[in-house]
């Protein structure tokens, strides 16, 4: 999945690896924890020795002399080869795709997915998460009496956190079937369109 993040982020612009870094984190937000950026560089050599990618090297003048302890920063892009490739992981609609790292980093690149793969991504997630609210359910009637209260309680945290999730797949599930984007909240405040802005605070 790393792999489909960093094509995504060449697609838009040619980057270098710490605005990457940066870009990756704020991309990927919750689920970035899932990755380990020390596998960045094996994955970029992975992804230009595929030609899936190819990097600048600095000018020579914008090379710093010895012993100054500066480099010159290497600039990755995606080749035609590597919009090809991105096009075919975003393509993909399979199970890891319902799983939280594979999910998340399908959702960020959902505006450049077709509506079919979107759709059928969001309706395994939520068998996904149902499953996963199920067991929950299960584990927290048979192990009630075994369980002490912070344990209830982390039980009952994970449970609910599978509900929020449900309804917020069944929401999207629902405009995507209408052939809409969805809606978003701030602050309680709705808009009508992702790109939209909120209303305006109401005077009291």
């Known amino acids: 999945m790393l792999e489909l993040a960093v094509l995504g982020l060449l697609h838009e612009s040619p980057m270098h690896?710490?605005?990457?870094r940066k870009r990756l984190a704020i991309l990927l937000g919750a689920v970035r924890a899932a990755f380990s950026y020390g596998?960045?560089?094996?994955?970029?050599?992975?992804?230009?020795?595929?030609?899936?990618?190819?990097?600048?090297?600095?000018?020579?003048?914008?090379?710093?002399?010895?012993?100054t302890g500066r480099r010159g920063k290497i600039s990755y892009r995606l080749t035609p080869e590597g919009k090809e490739r991105f096009s075919e992981l975003?393509?993909?609609?399979?199970?890891?795709?319902?799983?939280?790292?594979?999910?998340?980093?399908?959702?960020?690149?959902?505006?450049?997915?077709?509506?079919?793969v979107r759709l059928r991504i969001l309706e395994g997630r939520r068998r996904r998460i149902e499953e996963r609210r199920e067991n929950l359910r299960n584990t927290i009637h048979r192990a009630t009496e075994r369980l002490?209260?912070?344990s209830r309680e982390l039980q009952r945290h994970g449970l609910e956190a599978a509900e929020?999730?449900?309804?917020?797949?069944n929401e999207l599930i629902a405009s995507?079937?209408?052939?809409?984007?969805?809606s978003v909240s701030y602050g309680g405040s709705e808009t009508t369109e992702i790109?939209?802005?909120p209303d305006p605070p109401h005077d009291k």
Request: glycine letters at 8%; charged letters at 25%; one cysteine or more.
């Open 176 to 182: 995507e079937q209408a052939g809409r984007p969805p």
């Open 39 to 67: 596998s960045l560089y094996p994955t970029l050599r992975r992804l230009r020795d595929s030609g899936w990618i190819t990097q600048d090297n600095p000018a020579r003048d914008d090379v710093a002399p010895p012993m």
């Open 148 to 150: 002490d209260a912070y």
């Open 17 to 20: 690896g710490y605005e990457l």
């Open 90 to 116: 975003l393509a993909t609609a399979g199970p890891e795709t319902y799983e939280d790292t594979g999910f998340g980093v399908h959702f960020a690149f959902f505006s450049r997915c077709e509506p079919a």
């Open 164 to 169: 929020r999730e449900v309804r917020w797949l």
């Open 195 to 197: 790109t939209g802005e």
